[in-house]
């Protein structure tokens, strides 16, 4: 498959958080298990939740580019992420978990409380609301757990609260 062969994304629902600015937005779900939030599927889409109420987490997928986003070729491919900006320190793209990406899809391993017909209330929140949800996947342990000790590059250096968000790694802060 070459790129001009990719279809657009669709998206499935949005996300409804108590969030409405990135730089006060935890950094990952799960340095926020415990706050909640929704997303609400666009009904065309409700028949494909049955049975995600069987599992106890699962992936979104989402998409962070809103229309103030860079063009694919106007993203740094170096960047110093939120989580090094002490440090100042400059890291490939595609090593990082940040949203000025290529593509700006965002993953998050959220708990699942409950699914409706056409929403899915979750905790572990690390979206703005009105974020667009591309894709919702399983959590499957046998799948999604590596065994034994896992290298974490960069990640393993950087001490981490739970809460984090933008604004409070800024050195500034």
């Known amino acids: 498959m070459t790129t001009d062969q990719l279809r657009p994304l669709v998206a499935i629902g949005v996300v409804r958080t108590a969030y409405t600015n990135r730089a006060h937005t935890p950094v990952q779900s799960s340095l926020n298990p415990a706050e909640t939030a929704t997303v609400e599927v666009d009904p065309r889409f409700a028949p494909a939740l049955e049975g995600l109420d069987e599992f106890a987490y699962a992936w979104l997928l989402t998409w962070l580019g809103g229309p103030?986003?860079?063009a694919a070729d106007d993203v740094p491919l170096r960047q110093?992420?939120?989580l090094l900006q002490r440090q100042g320190k400059e890291i490939g793209v595609l090593a990082t978990r940040g949203p000025r990406r290529i593509n700006p899809i965002g993953l998050s391993l959220v708990r699942i409380l409950e699914v409706g017909a056409?929403?899915?209330?979750f905790a572990g929140v690390d979206l703005v609301d009105g974020t667009p949800v591309v894709d919702i996947k399983p959590f499957v342990a046998r799948f999604d757990r590596p065994e034994g000790d896992i290298?974490?590059?960069?990640?393993d250096t950087v001490e981490l609260a739970d809460g984090s968000?933008?604004?409070s790694l800024h050195p500034e802060s």
């Open 118 to 121: 056409t929403t899915v209330r």
């Open 151 to 155: 290298a974490c590059g960069w990640f």
């Open 68 to 70: 103030d986003s860079p």
């Open 165 to 167: 968000t933008p604004t």
């Open 80 to 82: 110093v992420p939120f």
